[in-house]
């Protein structure tokens, strides 16, 4: 499956942005999907997972409350809605995709990535 990330950009304190991982060379039903973020100057860190029937989903303490991950599968897109950005949220953000199984937060477990969207927020 390969992954293409959008959505980014640069928003002020407060603001909302919303992502999208759009899918394609495989049904993304069969993938529990995840993003991850890396901010300059620190590593890549978990941000927010979903089942691949969307019925669970995990989010990493840092952004719960304020992050959704949500899913289409019909249109084969995941989505990470993020409300009352930080500028500790801006980052490259990343979407990843592991075969269906147990919802998982570690990185090494998803073999699919896209290639990142900036997220830029400003004080």
């Known amino acids: 499956v390969q992954l293409q990330a959008s959505g980014g950009g640069l928003v002020q304190a407060g603001g909302s942005l919303r992502l999208s991982c759009a899918a394609s060379g495989s049904p993304l039903s069969g993938y529990d999907m995840g993003w991850f973020r890396q901010a300059p100057g620190k590593e890549r860190e978990f941000v927010a997972a979903?089942?691949?029937?969307?019925?669970?989903?995990y989010y990493a303490d840092s952004v719960k409350g304020r992050f959704t991950i949500s899913r289409d599968n019909a249109k084969n897109t995941v989505y990470l809605q993020m409300n009352s950005l930080k500028p500790e949220d801006t980052a490259v953000y990343y979407c990843?995709?592991?075969?269906?199984?147990?919802?998982?937060?570690?990185?090494?477990?998803?073999?699919?990535w896209g290639q990142g969207t900036l997220v830029t927020v400003s004080s």
């Open positions: 979903i089942s691949w029937s969307g019925g669970s989903s």
């Open positions: 990843a995709a592991r075969t269906m199984g147990v919802l998982t937060t570690q990185e090494r477990l998803y073999r699919y």
